[in-house]
């Protein structure tokens, strides 16, 4: 946690340096620059606001923009004569109640495009119901077509979805893209619904697989550069809340179609995640586009305009304009706008963008090797094969998603409180535990305890995951990466989310077989210990610092951090004990 700010000189301005405690949970003896320089003298912020205005035509915009620049210069002026009571309220209010501080635009813009992650949540859900109804319908006795069958969308969200986002993104803008996503879903929902062959339902679910690659890679760029600093760990929970709400939903119409006859029980079940991706399809069409992607191409009254829709005031939005007109003025100076394979490559062999996707990566591995994702798909298989009734099972796997729902809202206010790396290292433990002791749970000889203590462990289980590694790795690959790099680093690392799903879901049948419900689930709880050793050497603090105050984070270098850890381990285990 942030204990002093220090003020270096350099220059003609200032750049303040944050330095942390030194505890087992915060980053020891870093310091973080800002890109943006403060405390700059008057005239000179002067004189970049008339730049501004002459070269895109803001006239009309003069007296806000002056007064925003010289605000995100010194902040301290919002005392002064030149701002309102309302304004100074207002801005004060951003940072005491980040959330209710929001405006009806941002809220809009974050719901909006985060409903495109009930479509994935709904039919991750469904098929684990609808799975014992088709496989009958088909006559799949192969497990490994029954994997293949549950697997096959995060295949093709991987290979098609994820790296198709980075050449739209480029040229389509973000929401756009969300929109071309829906289409996705929409088509391959209503197709899987009326399938009457194994191969139609396996294209269906391949075409499902492309829409989901592509809002997962985008959605979280968006929301993360349409956020304000300060509540954007909180509105990037959103997508795993409603990831969350997706797979509650999912259950509750499994049971309410599971006493319907023959084939049209499970057709209702993977048919009704069609609706979040018609719901959002038709709504994307409101919000504005990213103001960071406006002003990357070259439409500054667009990113103007686009930012005091957003902001809770004119004044905060002409001030959140300002800053980043210059960072990305200072950047391009830098020339640091590449192509789309430059990016790709630079994610590997730059040292910031290589720190920033070890980091991801750590994330991504550990939601999917988690174990969430067999509870999800398999909790109903798994209860019934351990001799709980089908109704009991489905209805049972209800509470999965309603308390990954419940805890990632307690996350949402949390995140940007005590961080994101406190929290990984309080919640992986724990996770662990509940998965040795739901393994312990499936051996229980008697029905009904076997049912209630499986269902307590499951439950703890989605409670510290929804708290933990579930939305907070999403928030690690939006937030993360360079400016420079952010599409080709989101679209990698959804990529290898999606191919990590498929081997999953896809190994999972045969898991179960060779090695049981019990050793499958142990090998996951070790596997959530040894995502706290890497989150402990390898994962750095980055709540409530700008994206631009990121590039100094991971300037680092994951080797030097790693160092700096092992450094100062016994330090850190010292004073924690005190």
Known sequence: MVSEEKVQKKGTGEIKVLESNSSIFSDSSEQVQEVFKTDVPEDQVLAEVEEIIVENGLEEYEELLTRGALLANKPGLLQNEGYTDAERRAISRETTHPILSLSRVMIMAAICT???ALNFGMDESAIGGAVMGFTQQFKITNINIQGLTVASPYLTAAIFGSPLAVLFNKYFGRKWVVFVSCLFGVAGSLIQAFANHLGVLLFARLLLGVGMGLNSAVVPIYTAECSPAVSRGAILMLWQMFIALGVCLGSVFNRAFIKIPGSASWRLMIGSSVVPPLVTGI??????????????????????????????????GAKDFYVLYESLKYERKLDTRLSAWQQFLSIFTDKRNRFALIVSFIGVLGQQYGGVNILVSYTATILTKSGVNPLDSIAGSIGIGGGCFLSTFLSAQLIDRFGRRTMLLVTLPVEGACL?????????????????????????????????????????????????????????????????????????????????????????????????????FCIPETKRYTLEQLDEVFKLGVGQFFRKKITCLPRSLKHWRE
């Open 436 to 536: 040795f002791w739901l393994g312990g749970a499936l051996n229980i000889s008697e029905n009904n305890a076997r049912l209630a203590v499986a269902l307590t462990a499951m439950y703890v289980y989605v409670l510290f995951y929804g708290t933990g590694i579930g939305p907070i790795s999403f928030t690690l690959v939006a937030e993360t990466p360079s400016i420079s790099v952010r599409e080709a680093h989101s679209a990698f690392c959804m990529a290898l989310n999606w191919i990590l799903d498929f081997v999953v879901s896809m190994s999972w049948p045969k898991m179960d077989s060779t090695m049981s419900d019990s050793g499958g689930f142990y090998f996951y709880a070790a596997f959530n210990l040894l995502l706290w050793v890497a989150t402990f």
């Open 114 to 116: 985060s409903c495109a």
């Open 283 to 316: 709504l994307i069409y409101f919000p504005p586009e990213s103001p960071r992607w406006l002003l990357i191409h070259d439409k500054p009254r667009e990113s103007l305009l686009a930012l005091l829709k957003l902001r809770s005031t004119p004044v905060s």
